[in-house]
């Protein structure tokens, strides 16, 4: 079974960037999707963007498109989240979860996930 560990987060001024990693122990087949969710206080967890480990196909939310940039080095079993032009409101728990399948939104329909790593952007 692939198990993720996120890394990378930490506290950033608004403006500023940030690069997330997620590390799949034991390689994820050729089936399978990655994304990244997050969560703030109060907030419904929201998948922000999705990779397919495969063909690389890539979805962003409309709130990220053009700022943050999803990756996969499929010899490090990592996914990344490029994080750039950062604002308060990115402020969240980011998690990356894993399912087999195409890429989809809903956190209902990953059944892996990481710990998650705090990312805090100060304005």
């Known amino acids: 079974q692939v198990q993720l560990v996120e890394s990378g987060g930490g506290l950033q001024q608004a403006g500023g960037s940030l690069r997330l990693s997620c590390v799949a122990s034991?390689?994820?087949?050729?089936?399978?999707?990655i994304a990244w969710f997050r969560q703030a206080p109060g907030k419904e967890r929201e998948c922000v963007a999705a990779i397919t480990w495969s063909a690389g196909s890539t979805w962003f939310a409309d709130s990220v498109k053009g700022r943050f940039t999803i990756s996969r080095d499929n010899g490090e079993n990592t996914v990344y989240l490029q994080m750039n032009s950062l604002k308060a409101e990115d402020t969240a728990v980011y998690y990356c979860?894993?399912?087999?399948?195409?890429?989809?939104?809903?956190?209902?329909?990953?059944?892996?996930w990481g710990q998650g790593t705090q990312v805090t952007v100060s304005s």
């Open positions: 979860a894993a399912r087999s399948g195409w890429l989809h939104t809903s956190a209902n329909n990953y059944p892996l």
């Open positions: 034991g390689r994820p087949n050729n089936n399978y999707a």
